[in-house]
């Protein structure tokens, strides 16, 4: 039984290692070794976040900005659960979940739109993905720069409506997240090349968490 456990999972491993295992990578602050721990096969963020800048016109930095704000680049990522009675485990506090914290009603419609309709929001390939598509949608009904990481952060945590609506400006943490993911964006530009997507770089801002759920619908 053991023996034909192990021939089972030899080959899964194999091949998981060929896609280029989703693991949390161990140095989320420098992007080149984030693609270099997820160069796989199958599996290369690098080439993803090259491919999703030619599709969509928004830049590598400002996609893998975004991502290791919203998740630390956690596929599993999520909010934190309401408790109640101090130790009773209730609900997540918003359904945000994966790297990119897509909330479920704008995961149903970045599906419904791009025909991915089996998009997971614990892949990587389908996570950027959803990023670049929510970005270029910014920039349309905005008219924002595709390089201007800071007010394409604020419509993505506070939503269009929010963004719109101008409910950040009454919000001094949802301003600083915009401004950290900016100067993110800014420090991956200048490291690991510039080839055709001028791909990604080191955090200056090694300290700064992820943050998990919006307070608004995306």
Same mark, same amino acid.
Not at 8 to 29: H, K, Q, Y
Not at 105 to 115: I, L, P, R
Not at 162 to 176: E, L, P
């Given at each position: 039984?053991?023996? @034909?456990?192990?021939?089972?999972?030899? &080959? /899964?491993?194999?091949?998981?290692?060929?896609?280029?295992?989703?693991?949390?990578?161990?140095?989320?602050?420098? /992007?080149?070794?984030?693609?270099?721990?997820? =160069?796989?096969?199958?599996?290369?963020?690098?080439?993803?976040?090259?491919?999703?800048?030619? *599709? %969509?016109?928004?830049?590598?930095?400002?996609?893998?900005?975004? /991502?290791?704000?919203?998740?630390?680049?956690?596929?599993?990522?999520?909010?934190?659960? *309401? @408790?109640?009675?101090?130790? /009773?485990?209730? *609900?997540?506090?918003?359904?945000? %979940?994966?790297?990119?914290?897509?909330?479920?009603?704008?995961?149903?419609?970045? *599906?419904?739109?791009?025909?991915?309709?089996?998009?997971?929001?614990?892949?990587?390939? =389908?996570?950027?993905?959803?990023?670049?598509?929510?970005?270029?949608?910014?920039?349309?009904?905005?008219?924002?720069? &595709?390089?201007?990481?800071?007010?394409?952060?604020?419509? @993505?945590?506070?939503?269009?409506?929010?963004?719109?609506?101008?409910?950040?400006?009454?919000?001094?943490?949802?301003?600083?997240?915009?401004?950290?993911?900016?100067?993110?964006?800014?420090?991956?530009?200048?490291?690991?090349?510039?080839?055709?997507?001028?791909?990604?770089?080191?955090?200056?801002?090694?300290?700064?968490? @992820?943050?998990?759920?919006?307070?608004?619908?995306?």
């Amino acid at each position: 039984m053991f023996a @034909y456990g192990f021939s089972r999972v030899l &080959p /899964i491993c194999a091949l998981a290692g060929l896609a280029g295992c989703a693991s949390a990578p161990e140095r989320i602050n420098d /992007i080149c070794a984030v693609f270099d721990q997820n =160069d796989g096969f199958f599996n290369n963020w690098q080439k993803t976040a090259a491919d999703t800048e030619r *599709k %969509y016109g928004v830049p590598v930095p400002v996609l893998m900005a975004t /991502i290791r704000k919203e998740s630390g680049f956690q596929s599993n990522a999520r909010p934190p659960r *309401k @408790y109640y009675l101090g130790f /009773i485990p209730g *609900k997540h506090t918003s359904s945000a %979940y994966g790297y990119s914290q897509a909330l479920d009603g704008t995961w149903a419609q970045y *599906k419904t739109e791009s025909g991915n309709f089996a998009a997971r929001r614990s892949n990587f390939e =389908d996570a950027v993905d959803f990023v670049g598509w929510y970005h270029a949608k910014t920039i349309d009904a905005f008219g924002l720069r &595709p390089d201007d990481t800071t007010n394409l952060y604020l419509a @993505y945590y506070a939503g269009w409506t929010g963004f719109k609506n101008g409910d950040w400006r009454n919000s001094t943490s949802i301003r600083k997240y915009a401004s950290d993911a900016a100067q993110m964006a800014a420090a991956y530009q200048g490291s690991c090349g510039t080839a055709a997507a001028e791909q990604a770089g080191i955090s200056a801002d090694p300290a700064s968490p @992820y943050d998990l759920g919006h307070p608004y619908d995306l």
